[in-house]
Structures are given as C-alpha cells and as structure tokens.
C-alpha cells in the first residue's frame, strides 16, 4: 500500500476563473485524476479551498525550435524549469475562517498552494454512511483505507443509477450495495430483478448474496427452482383468477383501454375464471367463438385474447389463484431484501413478471401512505433495482418513470442499473440524484453523463480512464461533488468488512432503529 504524507505540497496556483483551477505541479509526488487538493492561501491555512483533478497535461517553456533540439538530442542542457506539469482542477467546497463548508463564494489567488489531503479534511468532507460502498480513491495513488465513503437510507427515495460498461464492476456493486440494504436488519430492504441470474451465486465473481451472514434470515429468493443452501424461497408462480381486468395494465404494459373495457364484459359473463375459460375458448374457437359468447369488437378481441394466451405458462397459469407477488410484499414488509430470479425467461415475459410484481409493490406503499399513514411509516425503507434499466426508460409513462418522476415520498427508490445511460429518458435521468458511474467509454454515454449529472462537467476524461470496481459517485443533496470511490471487492467485504459491520450494529441499535419509526412500544427495550 502507498505511504501517504498528510498535508504534503504539490503544486500552486498558476491561474483561475469561475469554478475552474490551473495548478503548475512543484513536487515529485504523483497526482491523478480524480485526486482531491487542498488550496491553500502560501501563508496560512485560516481559509481554504477543495478541488477535484479533472485533466493534466505536460509541456516545456522552450522555443518550438529549441524544443525540437532538445526532443532529438542534440541539445542536452537547458533551464531547470524548461519541462513542467500542469494540472486542472474543478472547486467543490470552500471552508472559511470558521471552519465552515459551504459552496465557492470565490476562487483561489495566484500563488495559493495545492496539497494533499490531512486526517480532518477527510472528516470534513463528511463522505461515511451507514450503507458503505468502498474506499475513497486517489487515482494512481490508490484507495484510502481509512476513509469509507458510504450513504445513508435516506437516498433510497431520492432515486438512483449505477453506471457503466459490461465489465466495469457493476454486478459487485450491485452485491455490496444490497449486502448493506440486508445489514440494516429490516430498516430498508431491496427488491432486485436479476436479469442474468449472477446474484444469488455470484457468478463470475466466487461469491453472491446466498454467502451473506443475513441470507436465512433477511433474503427471500424468488425463481422458477429452489436453490441449494439456506434462503427462503418463493417459486415464481402468478395466478391469473381472479384477475382484476384494472389490473391487466400491471402485467400487459402495452395493454388498451378497449382491451380493459372488453375485459369487464368477459370477467362479467364468466366470473374469477375469466382469463382461463376467455383464452380456452379462444384456442378452440378462434375469435369468433369469444365473440359470440361476449359482444364486441373482433379486433379488440384478437389482440387482447392473443397477449392472454401467450403469456408464458411456466410462470403464468391462469387457473391458480396464488401470486407470487403477494408473498413479496409479505417479505419486503417483514424487513426482508427479494431476490427475483427472472434469467431464462423471454425478454417479454421478463418485462411482464417485473412490472406485475413491481405495481405489487409500489401499489401497497401508495396505498397505505394514503390509506393508514401510521402503518406506512412503519414500512422499510424500499430500494427496487432494475437492470438493463434504459429498455424500460427510454421514455416517460410506465411504472418505472412514475416512480423516478412521483414516489419520492412514498419511501420507494429506483435502483436504474445500465450501461446505455444516454437511452434513459432526460427527465427521468434527472430525478435520478444518486449516480454511481463506474468506467465508461462510448463517447454518447459520457456525453450523456457530463451533460446531465451535477459536478460531471469537466469529467469526461476521468470517465474513460476510470479501472475496473472504479467510480464516481454523486449523490445530491448529501455530497457536494463527485466522489472518486473504489468499489469493495465483494469477496473481500464478507471476509473483512461486513463482520465489523454487523459488530457494531447490534440487535440493541436494531430494536432502537425500529422504536423510532414506530415498529415498537418504547418499554421492549
């Protein structure tokens, strides 16, 4: 691991405007993207000023034709200060005499020195949360050990992305994130849609939410097979009697109104067992078979009846009355983090399993905000996490654009996880406040990210040269600037850090945690 010296002198200020810092590099010392500086005035340290190295360059004071000299050789004494570095830095923070931190009122002199970082900076920053992620990172110098840049619940109903090519670590930050969401002992929880069904094992990576200390007790796995070790299992069955014909646009996005509408005539004509006995007909009859038994339109009747009877019958059967679904919301209002399995599946099916199941949800939060607010506030915290996000937000309208647009104050956040963020819809892009961006190089998507992410302007370069389990994290209105973070490495954390985690939250701090949102009578404890 790399020695750090605290407070060790890089640079100076060679010139600045708006938000913006050259810095000319005076030291040996290494400096990365990413890294943080502290500009100080070359007196005193009373006020200061916090960057974020955005670009470098390297250059020589020399003639062009002295210069060329020098690059061939034949010129092999020149002025000490004929070659330098250059650095930009973009400014986040500003402390004042006080120690206060508050947004630059101004930008530093010609001449402040630029430095690293000390133990009380760290603190300053105020980067820790309950839910860590990983280290803080200094580019080539690497992670700093002692500083664990981490969120609270409370971002959850903020929304959030994460971000980033195939390969660049999204899938172990998925882990680790969600790891975090089980040790709160059922004050937020998550409900994760594995499209490639990698976490429950972790596949590719050795080891997966199966492997957590809380998996028999805080994750329930949904999936059409009953895995190996201990976790509660919910087979992925959803019974269509019943089916409220209201409720068709839940499972059939794409469904119409006249659709509904004919819908009611057949659940009024057949009762519960509409959608077996409608579709049965259908197969044997055709369309006019339907037609003659409840009026309407053939072409309404087609294109209703066709979605009924394809829906795949692995997991849709329209003769059981149980519903998947329902036992989720069981587990998520027990304190339990949901694992849905839906790899294997059709990419429609898929589509049609993630929006019933997710209107479940969202539909019971809603209601119960409305309905009895005290049950409500007794609810976990609710972290829906969806991948390949940007096929279901491309544009506004459906469940997941509601939810980034509208249910912020219904304790439920979207988890957007993509590696085609320029596809995602720009509204809805811009309710997501938490981003966790890890190496991206398609120039659309960087663009994309600069452009529409807070404290991102200056940082396209940085985003292409971003390693493997490397991010960036911006997470308004908590962190004011863009966070270089070092993702654990999940095989590491269950070894290392979730023990001392889990420590230090204690069933005691469990029961306070619940007392306070109302889940316990004060005199339990």
């Not at 997710?358 to 609710?382: F, I, Q």
Request: hydrophobic share 40%; glycine share 8%; aromatic share 8%.
């Amino acid at each position: 691991m790399t020695t750090r010296v605290e407070g060790l002198e890089l640079g100076r200020v060679r010139s600045s405007e708006g938000d913006k810092v050259n810095l000319v590099v005076t030291a040996e010392a290494e400096v990365s993207f990413g890294q943080i500086l502290k500009l100080t005035p070359a007196d005193g340290e009373d006020k200061a000023f916090y960057a974020r190295v955005t670009n470098a360059g390297s250059c020589s004071t020399l003639g062009e034709v002295e210069e060329l000299k020098d690059l061939k050789g034949s010129m092999r004494t020149v002025g000490p200060y004929s070659q330098y570095r250059h650095v930009e830095a973009v400014l986040f923070l500003e402390r004042d005499g006080e120690g206060r931190l508050r947004s630059p009122t101004l930008n530093p002199d010609y001449g402040w020195k630029a430095s690293t970082l000390r133990s009380v900076d760290y603190e300053s920053l105020k980067l820790e949360g309950r839910l860590r992620l990983g280290y803080l990172r200094e580019g080539g110098r690497g992670p700093v050990r002692e500083v664990i840049v981490g969120l609270d619940v409370d971002f959850i109903p903020r929304m959030a992305a994460m971000v980033g090519q195939i390969g660049s670590g999204k899938t172990n930050a998925e882990l680790v994130l969600n790891s975090e969401l089980m040790a709160t002992q059922g004050e937020a929880v998550g409900l994760i849609f594995d499209f490639a069904g990698e976490l429950l094992t972790g596949k590719n990576i050795g080891r997966g939410l199966i492997d957590h200390p809380l998996a028999s007790t805080r994750l329930e796995y949904v999936g059409l097979v009953k895995p190996k070790g201990e976790v509660g299992f919910i087979p992925l069955r959803i019974g269509l009697k019943g089916l409220s014909p209201q409720q068709l646009q839940w499972l059939l996005p794409d469904v119409s109104q006249p659709q509904i509408h004919y819908a009611v005539k057949l659940s009024k004509h057949f009762g519960e067992d509409w959608v077996e006995k409608a579709v049965a007909l259908y197969r044997e009859e055709d369309a006019d078979g339907v037609r003659r038994k409840v009026s309407g339109s053939k072409q309404v009747i087609e294109a209703l009846l066709r979605k009924l009877s394809n829906l795949d019958e692995t997991v849709f059967e329209a003769g059981l009355t149980l519903d998947a679904a329902d036992s989720i919301v069981e587990a998520i209002v027990k304190g339990k983090t949901v694992l849905v399995d839906i790899s294997g599946l059709s990419e429609e099916t898929q589509r049609q399993v993630v929006s019933w199941i997710v209107n479940k949800a969202v539909s019971y939060y809603r209601e119960a905000w409305r309905g009895d607010y005290e049950a409500w506030r007794r609810l976990p915290y609710l972290l829906i996490t969806l991948e390949e996000a940007h096929k279901f937000l491309e544009e506004r309208g459906g469940i997941f654009s509601d939810i980034a647009l509208t249910h912020r104050k219904y304790r439920v956040g979207l988890n957007a996880v993509t590696p085609r963020p320029s596809l995602i819809n720009r509204d809805v892009f811009a309710e997501l406040w938490t981003k966790l961006i890890l190496k991206t190089t398609l120039r659309e998507d960087r663009a994309y990210l600069s452009e529409n992410t807070p404290y991102l302007e200056y940082s396209d370069v940085e985003l292409k040269m971003l390693d493997v389990g490397e991010a960036l994290l911006v997470s308004q209105p908590k962190i004011h600037f863009a966070v270089p973070v070092k993702i654990f490495d999940y095989k590491e954390y269950l070894e290392e850090y979730l023990k001392e985690g889990l420590s230090n939250f204690s069933l005691a701090e469990a029961r306070r945690a619940e007392v306070k949102r109302g889940r316990y009578e004060e005199e339990v404890i």
